[in-house]
């Protein structure tokens, strides 16, 4: 399932292209323009994290936070804010509960970057997967073994990286930045079209048509789901 997005945010250009943005990396936004409208959307308790602006017309950022954790609601928080980093504010806000901080002007993809840091952080790891099988495929994490019927496979440490990833995701939808982030690390400055090179690579050794595959699905504009 996609990971929903609350995004309350003012700025009407800034709103809509964050949103279409995160919506293209897999997630499913909804959006609000006022703190009041937000924080009745949040209190719904759908989102699974928050980005919203520090300064809002009728409730600010500190207001819908300081109402969240008052209710006893642990929702992830990020702020978004143009005042620096050192004033009051930040600090008041983390006390209040918000997990981070960005300042405008600021990239989607550093965005995207935290995101997915405040997820890692808030939500629990999946279960520790250390041997695996589908159709005829058997692999050993630990070991580094992988074998298809009787024959051995040879896969590389990041091709062993990338299914073990998808595969302890199972049939959920793994947007490509979302992958880059979690085996690559964002530090390497791959691209998307490398998470497609290797999806394609493994394809060629683990599905018996490579061509029509049963296990490493494309799913048109989100990403990659694997599926036993």
Known sequence: MKKKIL???DDNALRETTAAFLEGEGFHVEAAGDGKKGLEMAL?????????????PSM?????????????IGLP????????RDEIDEIEG??????????KPFGQRELLARIHAVLRRTNPPPPSLDTGSF????????????VKGKK??????????????????????????????EVWGYEKFPTPRTVDTFVHNLRK????????????????????RFKK
């Not at 440490?157 to 793994?174: N, S, W």
């Open 60 to 72: 600010s950022g500190l207001e819908i936070c300081r109402a969240l954790r008052g209710k006893g």
């Open 152 to 181: 051995d496979l040879y896969l590389t440490a990041k091709e062993y990286d990338l299914l073990h990833f998808l595969m302890t995701h199972e049939g959920e939808v793994i947007a490509r930045d979302t992958l880059l982030n």
């Open 77 to 84: 928080v990020i702020m978004v804010t143009g005042q620096k």
């Open 94 to 103: 983390l006390e209040l509960g918000a997990d981070d901080y960005i300042l």
């Open 44 to 56: 719904k308790g759908t989102a699974g994290l928050i980005v919203m602006d520090l300064v809002l």
């Open 205 to 224: 050794k683990i599905e018996n048509d490579p061509a029509n595959p049963v296990h490493l699905i494309t799913i048109p504009w989100s990403g990659y």
């Open 7 to 9: 995004l309350i945010e």
């Open 135 to 146: 159709g005829d495929v058997a692999i050993d994490f630990k070991k580094r073994t992988a």
